[in-house]
């Protein structure tokens, strides 16, 4: 028994080492990407430098102008306002739709499969692979339709990066508070997202949630007066947001809607997570854009599509299509080294 006590002793000890020195690793590998986050979120280090990088970045691009269908107007109106916008792919009838459709309805049954699979037992996330994304390339093309894009570059006011579009589906069984983390991106200083649900989503259902832009603002000052030398990308969890809100305001805003609800968003204009679901699973995705340029290209470096994957990907598509996506190819000096960070 002493023998069998000491032995499983060791091997404890030898477990805790391992967590220990992944998590030690993962920490120094992410050091330059923190840093550099660290350094230019410095509120003299923005006014001084990236404000006016942008504004000629802006300028260069002042005169170009995006076509739009009549409605998609309102929309980007409507994104200019408030940062959000809910529609439905119905009221956007955006060409090659059905065949979108059809294909996410076939990844959803995969991704629920694996779910389902002992692997994926105690996960509370499943994301689509990149070969999946090759597999059911539908889905991916479509946040390519020259129509988004229209919408998405009038509202940049700049031409589009194509981000990795996420495919998911967010367990309800497994489901907990770290994957419902209040934040706003800061891959770029202004980004659109495009979210669509493929399963009808209630409050219980794991909506996307947001904060509305007003008590956005406030939150914005409330953490400045906290960091006052930093920029206001806070990571929140739900309790401390709240402390920081006015209990008495109806801050928060849940997107719930059928199956074929469509979320357009400025993910840094306004504070959003997804919420853990409690009642059923949430299927989903998200494609991101922001610019060619964008303020954190560290942010905007390696994907879970290999290269391969990605011409494969890229080969059928229109120029300006490829342009989005080999956005990288564009960046020189320590741009393009920040990708490796």
């Known amino acids: 028994m002493k023998f069998l006590s000491k032995r499983l002793a060791i091997e404890d000890r030898k477990k805790q080492y391992s967590i220990f020195s992944h998590r030690l690793k993962h920490k120094v590998s992410i050091l330059p990407k923190e840093a550099g986050y660290f350094l230019m979120n410095i509120a003299l280090v923005e006014k001084a430098l990236l404000e006016p990088s942008y504004n000629k970045y802006l300028q260069s691009y002042k005169s170009q102008q995006f076509s739009l269908e009549p409605g998609d107007v309102s929309i980007v109106n409507e ?32 991704l629920a499969e694996t779910a389902a699979a002992p692997s994926g037992k105690g996960k509370d996330k499943i994301r689509a692979t990149g070969a999946q994304f090759v597999k059911y390339s539908d889905v991916y093309h479509w946040g390519l339709e ?40 800061r891959e770029d200083r202004r980004m659109l997202k495009i979210g669509v649900y493929f399963s009808d ?35 929140l969890l739900h309790s401390p947001l709240e402390k920081l809100l006015d209990s008495e305001a109806d801050w928060l805003q849940p997107c719930t809607g059928k199956a074929g609800t469509v979320v357009l968003f400025d993910p840094t204009r306004v504070y959003h997570r997804g919420k853990p679901p409690e009642k059923s699973n949430r299927f989903a ?28 990907l890229a080969a059928p598509l229109s120029e300006r299509q490829r342009d989005c996506i080999n956005w990288r190819d564009e960046l020189t000096g320590v741009a393009k080294m920040a990708l490796q960070f």
């Open 79 to 110: 994104l200019e306002q408030t940062g959000i916008c809910i529609t439905s792919l119905d009221a956007l009838c955006v060409p090659n739709t059905e065949k979108f459709w059809a294909a996410a309805q076939q990844l959803c049954n995969e």
């Open 146 to 185: 020259e129509r988004l894009l229209n919408i998405v570059e009038r509202y940049l006011k700049v031409p589009a990066a194509y981000g990795h579009p996420m495919f998911s589906l967010h367990v309800a069984e497994w489901s907990h508070e770290r994957s419902g983390y209040w934040h706003r991106d």
């Open 201 to 235: 989503v209630d409050r219980e259902s794991g909506p996307f949630e947001y904060v509305r832009p007003e008590d956005t603002a406030a939150l914005f000052k409330r953490l400045q007066q906290k960091y006052p030398f930093m920029q206001t990308y806070k990571t």
């Open 285 to 312: 995705t998200f494609f991101g854009y922001h610019s060619r340029r964008p303020t954190y290209p560290f942010s905007c470096g390696l994907s879970h599509f290999s290269s391969k994957d990605a011409h494969s």
